[in-house]
């Protein structure tokens, strides 16, 4: 096990892509799960705290310590079996996620999770229950782990298969893998209705595979995932089409959701898309100075449709839509090739590297919002967004998997001034997503960041709940403290 004790040998560890900061006194690199059971043991017995890093690449803190040690899984990074005719994968949780895609791509699979920074670990991702822009047909990360190996904080470990271990109403009862007996109840809250990943999942009759799943490593150590995978289509239709009135984009997605929709009538079905995604003009003027070939005065839909037959038809079909809300054809970029889908996911992806860059220099954090709200509400939640910040006169832009109702609307403060009254700003907007019955958080999570709006969307006394929860797999409460809510919940 690779041990730094030298605070100039680990700083990397000590934040994320938010610019959040952290401390701690050493960080830990174990190779093996039992090298991470000896260490967690020993924490335990110590009672040292721990905080287990990804690979940074997070917005909200979660990985950043507050003192303790930390534990990164960089290094159990092993693909351990891909089985083909079942179509899973066995994994640990160290590997990057654009790896393990690229290496099941290669053998004609198909892994449909894809958040935005492909540079995660997996077990981050599950983790944190990401999704990403294929999410609109696919869903999140929940979806495809059909198998956890969980060390907790004890030291104890626990496989679970999807299935095998299910709630009864609201409560559990199960061994480790020692024999140890858990038996609790889970919290009785109501989830949003959208896509969401704030707070634990918790449900009448639930898996307890979907209690880890989304938990940000609150209770328990993800070491080995199996994920199941689907097969592959290669031909794909993926698309840039510009639009000069948000209107019109606005319909042009109501139509494409409409259309792919499990009820849509049968004469729709050649419009079936898998990702739908939206930037308004201030993201493409951002945009502009690395892609001037971005038309002036535009706003964008991105959209992708796997293609197994119909090819023809189907094209013709899209370009009719795009036709009738008046996008514009001739300027639409459209990739014909791997290469050129690729070109499109780093344009889809630079907008958020470029906002998170544009912080970093000012010495801020990054102030974004990750809130999703019915259908019916986001076109008017999407206006009141924009005249709230345009009233503020902060800089801002707006991209985000609108196919799902999901907003990030990032403000781009210039200075300490500024960040205060984005802050007021991003926490009016989550006071009106969860009024309209959406969530604070769709896909990167509560961490340590957003702990106030988890306390905004769910009230004092759910928070206490899941903090109760916390300790019956963490009663020495040593394992990510901070994560969700604050500590104090947990005495």
């Known amino acids: 096990m690779i041990v730094k ?26 190779e093996s799960e039992r090298e991470l059971i000896e260490l967690i043991k020993k924490c335990h017995t110590g009672k040292t705290r721990i905080t287990v890093s990804g690979n940074g690449t997070g917005l909200t803190g979660a990985r950043v310590p507050e003192g303790g040690v930390v534990i990164s899984l960089e290094k159990m990074n092993r693909i351990m079996e891909c089985h083909e005719s079942e179509q899973y994968l066995r994994v640990q949780p160290g590997v990057i996620l654009k790896e393990l895609q690229d290496y099941v791509e290669e053998k004609k699979l198909f892994y449909p999770p894809d958040p935005t920074e492909r540079n995660c670990f997996i077990g981050a991702t599950a ?7 294929r999410g609109f047909k696919y869903g999140p990360t929940r979806n495809y782990v059909i198998g956890l190996r969980v060390v907790l904080p004890s030291g104890e470990t626990l496989g679970i298969e999807r299935g095998e271990i299910m709630a009864s109403g609201f409560t559990f009862s199960f061994s480790t893998d020692q024999g140890t007996k858990y038996e609790f109840s889970i919290p009785r809250f109501e989830m949003p209705d959208t896509k969401n990943a704030s707070g634990y999942y918790c449900r009448a009759d639930m898996d307890l595979i979907d209690l880890f799943i989304g938990s940000e490593g609150t209770l328990g150590i993800i070491t080995e995932l199996k994920l199941q995978l689907l097969p592959a289509i290669e031909n794909i239709l993926s698309c840039v089409v510009f ?31 898998r990702g739908l995604e939206f930037f308004n003009k201030s993201a493409l003027d951002f945009l502009r100075p690395d892609y001037p070939s971005i038309p002036p005065n535009a706003c964008a839909v991105w959209l992708e449709q ?141 961490g340590k960041m957003k702990r ?15 903090a109760g929860l916390k300790i019956v797999f963490d009663p020495g409460r040593i394992l990510n403290i901070g994560n969700l809510f604050e500590e104090k919940y947990l005495r």
């Open 127 to 133: 983790a944190t229950n990401s999704s990403g822009a």
């Open 306 to 446: 796997e293609l197994p037959d119909r090819e023809d038809e189907i094209t013709a079909a899209w370009l009719q839509l795009i036709l009738k809300h008046h996008g514009d054809a001739d300027t639409a970029w459209l990739a014909v090739n791997d290469r050129d889908r690729e070109k499109f996911k780093d344009f889809r992806h630079a907008i958020s590297w470029k906002v998170n860059d544009y912080v970093a220099r000012r010495g801020l954090r990054k102030v974004g919002t990750d809130v999703a709200v019915p259908l019916e509400s986001l076109r008017p939640f999407y206006q009141w967004m924009i005249d709230l910040v345009e009233k503020s006169r902060l800089q801002y832009v707006v991209y985000g998997h609108f196919g799902n109702c999901h907003v990030h609307l990032n403000m781009l403060p210039e200075d300490q001034n500024d960040f205060m009254k984005a802050k007021n700003i991003y926490a009016e907007i989550c006071r009106e997503a969860i009024r309209r019955k959406g969530t604070v958080s769709a896909e990167h999570g509560i």
């Open 452 to 466: 106030d709006y988890l306390m905004m969307m769910y009230g004092e006394q759910v928070i206490r709940e899941m």
């Open 243 to 273: 639009f000069y009135d948000e209107e019109d984009a606005m319909n042009f997605m109501n139509d494409v959701r409409a259309a792919t929709a499990s009820d849509a009538p049968v004469q729709k079905k050649n419009i079936a898309a």
């Open 5 to 30: 004790t030298n605070p100039d040998e680990f700083q990397n560890y000590l934040s994320d892509a938010s610019n959040y900061q952290g401390t701690a006194e050493a960080v830990y690199l174990p």
